[in-house]
């Protein structure tokens, strides 16, 4: 596959920043960017981080240690500010603003149709069926299609946001013999850790158009790191490191993902998975037994999203005992659905208690309104 035939020609034709950092080693004496000679402060951190110095582009520790994480070869990763960043890069670098589109199939993750409305490129929605499938066999027709703006990046989720559903292994590999060398197929992987499916990093050396999403935020509890990382050919790699910032990671944050995914890392977070799985149990459970939830979508993921009777005024009433959780109920497919995260046993005890209560309020509220009507 020729990557480079799916880039814009502003990319390949532009020439890269060289910061300091990416074109000369960190040792000797520093005198190539401009820093500070010392740290302003006396608190053993900031020389410990050299917090006066600029953090290498992409820390080889870090890049090696989510390369034995994710089980990729080093060249494959690209470490970025969570997925978020990723999912920009790859908009930037691959679509042309007003000639080109991306795919995406709501309801799903919002972002992917921010970044393209950012670059300029259409979004073509494929919409999930009445039980929020997947349907692949529109899929394949809209990707194979010749009208319209040409189709760069196709975006699926598994397990998917906020519906929580995985993608079978054989609908990814139709999909991704659909997207050929056509398109690029992005798997965003955020939940994946959630569920016992296996990850598509084994498909990468296979399959040149498929780019995995990554991060740290979801079953690593490291959300207010922003760190994640982007898994893809290594021509792919280096077409979006000519657009990213020259320093996009902080050194607290390269030190804490390194510290994450350290020694016990992977003990900790399976101590965590357990409690959230038990916890989701719980949830699940508790919404079978009210008469006003419809529907509940359990998923493979660390929520639940429900169909109640009034999702905007649950979502209130719940705010209202001090508990948020996500109203969905403008989203097309998802009338009066919430999302709810799974919490601690405290937090989960504090929703039980606000679902409790939803009845009353519920009526009471009803009735003050006609009273007042």
Request: a negative charge; one cysteine or more.
């Amino acid at each position: 596959m020729n990557v480079h035939a799916l880039a814009r020609p502003e990319i390949l034709a532009m020439r890269p920043y060289a910061s300091a950092r990416g074109t000369a080693a960190a040792d000797g004496v520093l005198l190539n960017a401009n820093e500070a000679p010392a740290a302003l402060s006396d608190d053993p951190a900031w020389a410990e981080m050299a917090l006066h110095r600029y953090p290498a582009p992409q820390p080889d520790d870090l890049v090696r240690r989510l390369a034995a994480v994710y089980q990729v070869a080093p060249e494959r990763v690209l470490v970025t500010r969570g997925s978020d960043e990723g999912i920009d890069l790859l908009t930037r670098v691959f679509c042309r603003p007003g000639q080109d589109a991306i795919v995406e199939c709501p309801p799903c993750f919002g972002m992917y149709r921010v970044a393209a409305a950012i670059q300029g490129a259409e979004v073509i929605a494929v919409p999930r069926d009445d039980g929020l499938r997947l349907d692949v066999a529109q899929l394949e027709r809209t990707i194979a299609g010749t009208d319209g703006p040409d189709i760069k990046l196709v975006f699926l989720t598994s397990p998917n946001n906020p519906t929580g559903d995985l993608l079978p292994r054989r609908e990814l590999l139709r999909l991704l013999a659909a997207c050929g060398d056509r398109a690029l197929l992005v798997l965003d992987e955020a939940y994946i850790e959630f569920c016992d499916a296996a990850s598509a990093t084994d498909l990468l050396d296979d399959y040149p158009q498929l780019v995995i999403l990554r991060t740290l935020s979801k079953a690593w509890g490291a959300a207010g790191l922003r760190c994640g990382a982007l898994l893809a050919d290594p021509a792919i790699i280096e077409l979006l490191g000519r657009v990213m910032a020259p320093y996009p990671l902080t050194a607290p944050a390269i030190a804490a993902a390194l510290a994450v995914t350290g020694p016990g890392g992977r003990a900790r977070q399976s101590r965590m998975l357990a409690a959230i799985a038990a916890q989701k149990d719980r949830l699940v459970s508790t919404l079978a037994g009210r008469d006003w939830v419809e529907r509940t979508w359990p998923g493979e993921a660390n929520f639940v999203l429900a169909r109640v009777d009034d999702g905007p005024g649950l979502v209130a009433h719940c705010a209202s005992s001090g508990v948020r959780i996500r109203d969905f109920s403008t989203t097309p497919g998802l009338a009066n659905c919430v999302r709810i995260s799974i919490g601690t046993s405290e937090d989960m005890q504090a929703l039980a208690t606000a679902l409790d209560g939803w009845p009353q309020a519920r009526d009471g509220s009803g009735n003050e309104t006609r009273a007042t009507s």
